[in-house]
């Protein structure tokens, strides 16, 4: 019988908590903008920066939301997660089977991200305080996002004790 293989996924992941999925999204959100800023900024200017109007044109609402959204949820159907979750070593499993989601649960995930930010972020600071770390996003699709336990422990050794 082989006593290394854990009886649960529980027994080797846990649930990723808020800050580590914070930084995981601001290292999702550099890579965004430093794909789309420059070729906004080709098209229109350094004038885009001082717009009022909610697009820019056709371009702006092209590169600020439509591929945003295409590639993340490209990423999440091939990687199960963003570069900033894969670099957190995060991931999107369904909440049910621990399997990999479908495609609509990533687009209800995805559009659950707005309805999830517009009361003041609320369904995004939900991660902080429940029990599965789900955010309304991730509670709408049926999805968790788990990381692998950190069961390392490193021993201390002195050179030398002080008295």
């Known amino acids: 019988m082989n006593y290394d293989v854990p009886?649960?996924?529980?027994?080797?992941?846990?649930?990723?908590g808020f800050?580590?999925?914070v930084g995981a999204s601001l290292?999702?959100?550099?890579?965004?903008?430093?794909?789309?800023?420059p070729i906004l900024i080709l098209i229109y200017g350094w004038e885009y920066f001082e717009g009022t109007d909610i697009f820019a044109g056709f371009a702006d609402f092209i590169l600020?939301?439509?591929?945003?959204?295409?590639?993340?949820?490209?990423?999440?159907?091939?990687?199960q997660?963003?570069?900033?979750k894969i670099a957190i070593s995060a991931r999107i499993v369904d909440a049910k089977t621990g399997g990999k989601p479908s495609?609509?649960?990533?687009?209800?995930?995805y559009v659950g991200y707005i309805l999830a930010a517009l009361p003041l972020g609320l369904g995004i600071f939900w991660v902080a305080w429940d029990k599965k770390?789900?955010?309304?996003?991730?509670?709408?699709?049926?999805t968790v996002v788990i990381s692998p336990k950190d069961n390392s422990t490193q021993n201390?050794?002195?050179?030398?004790?002080?008295?």
């Open 7 to 16: 009886a649960t996924m529980g027994d080797v992941n846990k649930y990723t």
């Open 19 to 21: 800050w580590p999925r």
């Open 27 to 37: 290292i999702d959100t550099i890579i965004i903008l430093a794909i789309t800023y």
């Open 64 to 79: 600020s939301f439509i591929f945003p959204m295409i590639a993340v949820i490209v990423y999440w159907l091939y990687r």
């Open 81 to 84: 997660a963003t570069p900033g």
């Open 103 to 109: 495609l609509q649960q990533y687009i209800t995930r």
């Open 133 to 142: 770390k789900q955010g309304w996003h991730d509670k709408l699709a049926g």
């Open 156 to 163: 201390v050794n002195f050179e030398s004790k002080q008295s």
